[in-house]
């Protein structure tokens, strides 16, 4: 038997007796407890109290939960609204097919349970969901969905294990993770690891902390208060990130921009109803050749600007843009900072009095924190080199990488081989179903709700009639 089956499970036939303990001994790891770790937290809490024997979830965060969504730690100022519709919640798309039949009581189950970690839920348990109605449904502020995000996981019980990753490796077919903290003595074990969050700050340009920053270094800038001096500011990147950076130096506090893309314009995401059925339901994903996979996510999340920045853009003459792909920022005699870019072969300059590279994190920063062993048998997994690329295309229907001795899920990396929806917001709660059904035994019978005679036992095991290939 692999060390991956060891760490497989099945649902007991006969409901177990009262205080019996779970069959998995060690946790789900997730790296990161933003909303990823807390979806996973809500659907094992569910799937348990209903009669799956899933993993329970431990998250290793440096801060607190939903940190990158408050103020002062680097991707926000917690004002800016949320670019995800907030009925995209933790449990979303509310599709629980992937563990039997709809019409099987247990199952219906799992989606009336979920419910209760929506965000209309949490709105109604705070007595602010009449008001959130009468304003007309706005889009939440960053500020209100880690609020949100902490409330559920409180009710999740997401057991949050407070230090910086330091290190990852395979061990006796799971996970070793050590940290920074002093919970449990700087090391916590699991059966699978799962990356979540954008990573450190990547980056263009050489950022020095003071005239040219990453996104972190501007939202703080931010919050402290911008300097006065500071009345030209050169954007580098063109995604959502870059974005929201924007709007806040246009619209806030009223400096001129220039945005410099490696695009012809600043385009817009695609918000029609064609577009979102992919990222609510990718069971036809895989049918589309790699290429129109990639122009897709091309066109809906990556390089593109929500329609609520473009829209909130339009009202201002501050912000202008150059086409090109920026090769090198520095600070000249006169104080000012010279960025230079490429485009059709020729190179300009436009000078600046702050530089702000906004163009996201690293999704293979996890890579320097892997073990020898474990970063042996990924490099062994993809061919030999770990490109982004060609990760990418190995991602599994579990979000995971296959070939491995432990499970390592990485949603992130998942847009191109399962779904334009994983790496981000928009299908959070069948993100849960695929990664936790890579636990249960699929040819494992099914155990009845723990709640005697309310529900009959589920006829079927975790379906896989969706499965896409990888």
Same mark, same amino acid.
């Not at 800016?80 to 907030?86: F, I, K, N």
């Not at 999740?156 to 799971?174: C, D, F, K, M, Y």
């Not at 320097?368 to 970063?375: C, F, K, M, N, S």
């Given at each position: 038997?692999?060390?991956?089956?060891?760490?497989?499970?099945?649902?007991?036939?006969?409901?177990?007796?009262?205080?019996?303990?779970?069959?998995?001994?060690?946790?789900?790891?997730?790296?990161?407890?933003?909303?990823?770790?807390?979806?996973?937290?809500?659907?094992?809490?569910?799937?348990?109290?209903?009669?799956?024997?899933?993993?329970?979830?431990?998250?290793?965060?440096?801060?607190?939960?939903?940190?990158?969504?408050?103020?002062?730690?680097?991707?926000?100022?917690?004002?800016?609204?949320?670019?995800?519709?907030?009925?995209?919640?933790?449990?979303?798309?509310?599709?629980?097919?992937?563990?039997?039949?709809?019409?099987?009581?247990?199952?219906?189950?799992?989606?009336?349970?979920?419910?209760?970690?929506?965000?209309?839920?949490?709105?109604?348990?705070?007595?602010?969901?009449?008001?959130?109605?009468?304003?007309?449904?706005?889009?939440?502020?960053?500020?209100?969905?880690?609020?949100?995000?902490?409330?559920?996981?409180?009710?999740?019980?997401?057991?949050?294990?407070?230090?910086?990753?330091?290190?990852?490796?395979?061990?006796?077919?799971?996970?070793?993770?050590?940290?920074?903290?002093?919970?449990?003595?700087?090391?916590?074990?699991?059966?699978?690891?799962?990356?979540?969050?954008?990573?450190?700050?990547?980056?263009?340009?050489?950022?020095?902390?003071?005239?040219?920053?990453?996104?972190?270094?501007?939202?703080?800038?931010?919050?402290?208060?911008?300097?006065?001096?500071?009345?030209?500011?050169?954007?580098?990147?063109?995604?959502?990130?870059?974005?929201?950076?924007?709007?806040?130096?246009?619209?806030?506090?009223?400096?001129?921009?220039?945005?410099?893309?490696?695009?012809?314009?600043?385009?817009?995401?695609?918000?029609?109803?064609?577009?979102?059925?992919?990222?609510?339901?990718?069971?036809?994903?895989?049918?589309?050749?790699?290429?129109?996979?990639?122009?897709?996510?091309?066109?809906?999340?990556?390089?593109?600007?929500?329609?609520?920045?473009?829209?909130?853009?339009?009202?201002?003459?501050?912000?202008?843009?150059?086409?090109?792909?920026?090769?090198?920022?520095?600070?000249?005699?006169?104080?000012?900072?010279?960025?230079?870019?490429?485009?059709?072969?020729?190179?300009?300059?436009?000078?600046?009095?702050?530089?702000?590279?906004?163009?996201?994190?690293?999704?293979?920063?996890?890579?320097?924190?892997?073990?020898?062993?474990?970063?042996? /048998?990924?490099?062994?997994?993809?061919? #030999?080199?770990?490109?982004? &690329?060609? $990760?990418?295309? *190995?991602? +599994?229907?579990? =979000? %995971?990488?296959?070939?491995?001795?432990?499970?390592?899920?990485?949603?992130?990396? /998942?847009?191109?081989?399962?779904?334009? #929806?994983?790496?981000?917001? &928009?299908? $959070?709660?069948? *993100?849960? +179903?695929?990664? =936790? %059904?890579?636990?249960?035994?699929?040819?494992?019978?099914?155990?009845?709700?723990?709640?005697?005679?309310?529900?009959?036992?589920?006829?079927?095991?975790? &379906?896989?009639?969706?499965?896409?290939?990888?």
């Amino acid at each position: 038997m692999s060390d991956l089956a060891t760490c497989r499970t099945s649902r007991a036939p006969d409901r177990p007796p009262a205080g019996a303990a779970s069959l998995h001994d060690r946790p789900l790891l997730v790296v990161g407890a933003g909303p990823k770790a807390v979806a996973l937290a809500a659907k094992s809490k569910v799937l348990r109290e209903v009669g799956f024997d899933v993993p329970d979830v431990v998250a290793v965060e440096r801060d607190r939960t939903a940190a990158n969504w408050r103020p002062g730690h680097g991707w926000t100022d917690g004002r800016q609204r949320l670019g995800t519709l907030p009925e995209k919640d933790l449990g979303f798309p509310y599709d629980s097919s992937a563990w039997g039949d709809h019409r099987d009581p247990v199952v219906g189950e799992i989606g009336r349970r979920m419910v209760g970690f929506s965000w209309t839920g949490y709105l109604m348990r705070t007595a602010a969901y009449a008001r959130w109605i009468d304003r007309g449904r706005p889009q939440p502020t960053h500020q209100d969905w880690a609020d949100y995000l902490e409330w559920a996981s409180l009710e999740a019980g997401l057991r949050v294990v407070t230090g910086e990753v330091l290190g990852a490796e395979t061990q006796e077919g799971g996970w070793l993770v050590t940290h920074t903290g002093r919970d449990l003595g700087g090391v916590v074990r699991g059966c699978g690891l799962l990356v979540s969050g954008p990573g450190p700050c990547g980056g263009a340009v050489t950022t020095d902390g003071a005239r040219i920053l990453d996104t972190a270094g501007f939202w703080r800038a931010v919050t402290a208060g911008l300097p006065r001096r500071v009345r030209r500011v050169a954007v580098v990147g063109a995604g959502e990130t870059a974005g929201t950076v924007v709007r806040e130096l246009a619209l806030v506090h009223h400096r001129d921009v220039t945005v410099l893309a490696p695009h012809a314009t600043l385009y817009s995401r695609g918000e029609s109803s064609f577009e979102n059925r992919y990222f609510s339901d990718p069971a036809d994903w895989t049918a589309l050749t790699e290429p129109d996979r990639r122009e897709f996510i091309r066109r809906t999340d990556r390089g593109v600007l929500s329609q609520d920045v473009q829209r909130d853009l339009a009202g201002t003459e501050r912000v202008s843009w150059r086409t090109g792909r920026v090769t090198a920022a520095r600070t000249t005699a006169a104080g000012d900072v010279e960025v230079s870019f490429d485009y059709a072969g020729r190179r300009d300059t436009v000078e600046a009095d702050l530089v702000v590279d906004a163009t996201g994190g690293d999704p293979l920063w996890f890579t320097g924190v892997l073990g020898p062993q474990a970063r042996q /048998a990924l490099t062994r997994a993809v061919g #030999g080199r770990l490109a982004r &690329s060609s $990760l990418e295309r *190995l991602i +599994d229907h579990a =979000l %995971s990488v296959p070939g491995l001795r432990a499970p390592l899920h990485l949603p992130n990396l /998942a847009g191109v081989a399962q779904g334009p #929806g994983f790496p981000n917001l &928009s299908a $959070l709660g069948l *993100l849960a +179903d695929r990664v =936790l %059904s890579a636990y249960v035994s699929p040819a494992a019978p099914a155990r009845a709700v723990t709640e005697p005679g309310s529900l009959t036992a589920p006829a079927h095991a975790p &379906s896989t009639s969706r499965r896409g290939a990888s």
